[in-house]
């Protein structure tokens, strides 16, 4: 990265969009969020955001996920394309209308997958608008498969990829819960946060995990966790809060005390 100390911003699809309600932005959460990275200022930074109410039904009513096997799941493709590029036009407007150099990368175009993994990102676009001082911003995406013919890149996997290609420092992970917990905290009033963990623990624990009870086609909180901790094991910081709280996407990119769960290598 040339010294650069990359910060990698997840803002989960529950946060951005209304999740019950299908292609519907959640306008005043964007603001906000829009407002504390402003605030935040850091220097080096990828937002990726998921798709939320915009990509995940259409995803899902195509099978695009599982990859090529009927003509008709070409317009399902593009259907998903487009729904993902006018979600994430929302994200781009707000953040430039608050002074934030932010840059549509469309994932489809610049990455390949093979059985569902990443196969390749050109990073050499990416990389110049990191040290000219964009912000890139990217999303979960419909892209090629080289052996399924497309399918479903997660938003959680592709920031996975871009921490280890671009040797990022942290990772912050914004979802609709406080973190990672014993058992879903929308539905156990007993369930308790876990503030640190790591790969054995993981492993360990039999965990209800909590997350979105809404449709989610790349996977819930585990899904998450499972794509994160090769990173965490290469020494990269990785954090997951509670993006609809005020003000803690601004606390956790500031470095100052944040509920969360953080994952740790040991």
Do not use: W
């Amino acid at each position: 990265m040339g010294g650069l100390s990359l910060t990698i911003l997840k803002l989960g699809g529950s946060i951005i969009t209304k999740k019950d309600k299908p292609f519907t932005p959640n306008l005043e959460s964007i603001d906000r969020l829009a407002v504390e990275i402003a605030k935040a200022s850091v220097k080096s930074l990828i937002i990726v955001h998921g798709g939320g109410s915009f990509g995940h039904p259409v995803a899902k009513r195509y099978k695009l996920k599982e990859g090529y096997r009927h003509a008709s799941q070409i317009l399902g493709f593009t259907k998903t394309r487009q729904a993902m590029t006018t979600l994430n036009g929302y994200i781009i407007d707000a953040l430039i209308r608050h002074r934030i150099p932010a840059v549509a990368v469309q994932p489809s175009a610049c990455t390949i997958t093979k059985e569902g993994r990443i196969f390749n990102i050109d990073m050499k676009p990416m990389l110049k608008m990191l040290k000219t001082g964009f912000v890139p911003v990217m999303y979960g995406d419909a892209v090629p498969d080289l052996t399924l013919g497309f399918t479903i890149l997660s938003g959680d996997q592709l920031i996975a990829n871009l921490a280890s290609d671009l040797a990022a420092k942290r990772i912050i992970v914004g979802v609709d819960v406080d973190g990672l917990y014993t058992a879903d905290p929308k539905l156990d009033p007993k369930a308790q946060l876990i503030a640190s963990l790591n790969l054995q623990e993981l492993n360990r624990l039999q965990l209800a995990v909590g997350g979105s009870t809404s449709l989610d086609v790349t996977g819930g909180m585990f899904g998450k966790i499972a794509e994160l901790m090769p990173i965490v094991e290469k020494g990269v910081e990785v954090i997951i809060i509670n993006a609809g709280v005020p003000n803690r996407v601004y606390r956790a990119l500031t470095n100052r005390g944040v509920v969360g769960t953080r994952l740790r290598f040991r």
